[in-house]
C-alpha cells in the first residue's frame, strides 16, 4: 500500500491515554492511479483492528478535511515525534493544512461532533449503569471537552493544538459527567455562545486549489510509476 503520512492520533497523541489505552494510528494513503479508472473503484478506507489503524485514500481524505473533519485534521497538525510514516508528498500535505479549513465549516463540524457526544451522554441516564458503561461515558465526556476546546482555539487562531492543557482536569470532567450527564451541558453551552461571540482567523470558505494540485501532484506520481 502507498501510504504517504501517517502517524498516532487519539488519546496518546491528546496527552489522555492511561495504562492500557489503546493506541490509534491514523493515516492517508494513495491508490494506484490506473486501478481508479477501472469498472471497480478500490477501497477508499482501511480499518483495522489490533492494530487500530484506519487509513483513508488521498482523495477522501482531501474531501473529508476540506470538510472539517476533526479527526482526519489531526493527521496533519501532529507533533513530529508521533510520525511513523512520512513521505515527500506527505510532507507537502502538511504544507498546506491552513488552507483546508474555514470557518463555517470548523464550528459546525467540532459543534457537531460535540453535541453527537453529549447526546450519547444524555441517552444514558443518571449515571446508574454499570462499571463499563460508566467507563464509556467519561471516556466520551473527556472528548465532548476536547473537541469544544480544540475546535474553538482552531476557529480563533488557524491553529490546531493536539495535545490538551491540564489532562486532569478532562479525567475529573469525566468523571463528574459519569455521574450526571447534565453536568456537560453548561460546557456545550458556553462553547456555542464563544463560537457565536468570535471573530475566526479563518476564511470562510477552504482554498480548494492546493488541494487540487495536490492531489494532481499524487495520481501524476503514482500512474507514471505504475
Not at 504517504?4 to 489522555?16: D, F, K, M, Q
Not at 459519569?178 to 453536568?183: L, N
Given at each position: 500500500?502507498?501510504?504517504?503520512?501517517?502517524?498516532?492520533?487519539?488519546?496518546?497523541?491528546?496527552?489522555?491515554?492511561?495504562?492500557?489505552?489503546?493506541?490509534?494510528?491514523?493515516?492517508?494513503?494513495?491508490?494506484?492511479?490506473?486501478?481508479?479508472?477501472?469498472?471497480?473503484?478500490?477501497?477508499?478506507?482501511?480499518?483495522?483492528?489490533?492494530?487500530?489503524?484506519?487509513?483513508?485514500?488521498?482523495?477522501?481524505?482531501c474531501r473529508l478535511a476540506?470538510?472539517?473533519?476533526?479527526?482526519?485534521?489531526?493527521?496533519?497538525?501532529?507533533?513530529?515525534?508521533?510520525?511513523?510514516?512520512?513521505?515527500?508528498?506527505?510532507?507537502?500535505?502538511?504544507?498546506?493544512?491552513?488552507?483546508?479549513?474555514?470557518?463555517?465549516?470548523?464550528?459546525?463540524?467540532?459543534?457537531?461532533?460535540?453535541?453527537?457526544?453529549f447526546k450519547r451522554l444524555y441517552d444514558?441516564?443518571?449515571?446508574?449503569?454499570?462499571?463499563?458503561?460508566?467507563?464509556?461515558?467519561?471516556?466520551?465526556?473527556?472528548?465532548?471537552?476536547?473537541?469544544?476546546?480544540?475546535?474553538?482555539?482552531?476557529?480563533?487562531?488557524?491553529?490546531?493544538?493536539?495535545?490538551?492543557?491540564?489532562?486532569?482536569?478532562?479525567?475529573?470532567?469525566?468523571?463528574?459527567?459519569?455521574?450526571?450527564?447534565?453536568?456537560?451541558?453548561?460546557?456545550?453551552?458556553?462553547?456555542?455562545?464563544?463560537?457565536?461571540?468570535?471573530?475566526?482567523?479563518?476564511?470562510?470558505?477552504?482554498?480548494?486549489?492546493?488541494?487540487?494540485?495536490?492531489?494532481?501532484?499524487?495520481?501524476?506520481?503514482?500512474?507514471?510509476?505504475?
Amino acid at each position: 500500500m502507498n501510504v504517504l503520512l501517517s502517524g498516532i492520533v487519539g488519546s496518546t497523541a491528546y496527552g489522555l491515554a492511561h495504562e492500557g489505552s489503546d493506541i490509534d494510528r491514523l493515516g492517508v494513503f494513495a491508490a494506484d492511479t490506473g486501478d481508479l479508472h477501472g469498472l471497480h473503484a478500490p477501497k477508499e478506507s482501511h480499518v483495522t483492528t489490533h492494530p487500530d489503524r484506519t487509513l483513508h485514500e488521498a482523495g477522501k481524505w482531501c474531501r473529508l478535511a476540506l470538510g472539517g473533519n476533526p479527526t482526519v485534521m489531526e493527521l496533519v497538525w501532529l507533533p513530529d515525534e508521533l510520525y511513523e510514516v512520512r513521505t515527500p508528498l506527505g510532507d507537502e500535505l502538511i504544507g498546506i493544512r491552513s488552507s483546508l479549513l474555514s470557518a463555517k465549516r470548523v464550528r459546525d463540524a467540532y459543534l457537531g461532533y460535540a453535541t453527537q457526544q453529549f447526546k450519547r451522554l444524555y441517552d444514558r441516564g443518571d449515571g446508574s449503569f454499570s462499571a463499563d458503561t460508566r467507563k464509556r461515558t467519561a471516556k466520551h465526556a473527556r472528548h465532548l471537552r476536547r473537541l469544544c476546546h480544540q475546535g474553538f482555539d482552531l476557529y480563533a487562531t488557524g491553529r490546531l493544538a493536539i495535545r490538551v492543557d491540564d489532562p486532569e482536569a478532562y479525567h475529573r470532567f469525566g468523571e463528574e459527567v459519569a455521574a450526571d450527564a447534565m453536568a456537560a451541558l453548561p460546557m456545550l453551552t458556553r462553547f456555542e455562545a464563544l463560537f457565536e461571540q468570535t471573530r475566526s482567523a479563518l476564511p470562510e470558505q477552504p482554498d480548494e486549489a492546493p488541494a487540487e494540485a495536490w492531489l494532481r501532484r499524487v495520481r501524476a506520481h503514482f500512474y507514471a510509476r505504475r
